[in-house]
């Protein structure tokens, strides 16, 4: 069935380090990838997103890769900082009916400064 | 420019009382809604979902329902709460033909069932 998986579950780094957060999906007809940032109480919020034509997009400090034969995606922020700090979500854009999407567990990312 | 409004912000409610939380969308027109919940300390789970007034369709068996009376509005309700209703309940809407197709999340409501 539909499914997101995303690694690691909890991720801590000193700021101006490096993050990535990795997702795989099980549904070859997924199209349409989006990352989502929550912070503490508050609700999710669209960061960035990839389209299955495209391998790579960037915008400052984040960026996403997108690996189609293999099903999986990234998530890169670089020269982290504490505002950051966030859960982030994977999610994969079924393009059902009713575009549904099918979100990852989530990654809690601590950047310490 | 398109908005979502969600309230009640925070509800404490008994075990067995019935509840109601409503969602509405400004500035756009047909969008696909949702509900979301999240435990706390967990992820999103599709709750239902309706593509037009009076279409519901339903991800997860449970004592929960909901409603699209009008094009933009979208209630979720229950008859009798149970402890396990407990939770971080999400609308979300996105505009098919919208690029980027993301979901825009409602503020959401923070509901204790004690």
């Known amino acids: 069935g539909e499914n997101v998986e995303q690694h690691p579950s909890t991720l801590s780094v000193q700021e101006g380090d490096s993050a990535v957060i990795k997702c795989t999906y099980s549904?070859?007809?997924?199209?349409?990838f989006p990352w989502y940032k929550q912070e503490l109480g508050k609700r999710p919020q669209l960061i960035i997103d990839?389209?299955?034509?495209?391998g790579e997009k960037k915008d400052q400090r984040i960026a996403v890769t997108l690996n189609k034969t293999a099903k999986h995606f990234s998530l890169h922020i670089t020269e982290t900082q504490p505002e950051d700090s966030a859960v982030y979500f994977c999610?994969?854009?079924?393009?059902?009916?009713?575009?549904?999407?099918?979100f990852g567990p989530g990654t809690s990312l601590s950047v310490i400064p | 420019s398109q908005t979502i409004h969600q309230w009640p912000a925070t509800l404490v409610q008994p075990v067995g009382s019935p509840l109601s939380l409503e969602c509405t969308v400004e500035?756009?027109?047909?969008?696909?809604l949702y509900w979301y919940r999240q435990a706390a300390g967990r992820g999103l789970q599709l709750l239902f979902y309706?593509?037009?007034?009076?279409?519901i369709s339903s991800e997860v068996p449970q004592n929960l329902s909901a409603s699209r009376p009008q094009d933009r509005q979208f209630i979720l309700s229950s008859k009798k709460l149970l402890l396990s209703d407990s939770g971080f309940y999400l609308c979300?809407?996105?505009?098919?033909?919208?690029?980027?197709?993301?979901?825009?999340f409602g503020s959401g409501t923070r509901l204790t069932v004690v």
């Open positions: 979300a809407w996105i505009h098919r033909g919208r690029i980027p197709y993301g979901y825009t």
């Open positions: 549904d070859s007809a997924s199209n349409y």
């Open positions: 990839i389209r299955s034509n495209v």
């Open positions: 999610a994969a854009d079924l393009k059902t009916s009713y575009d549904k999407v099918i």
């Open positions: 500035g756009t027109s047909n969008p696909n």
């Open positions: 309706s593509v037009g007034i009076g279409q």
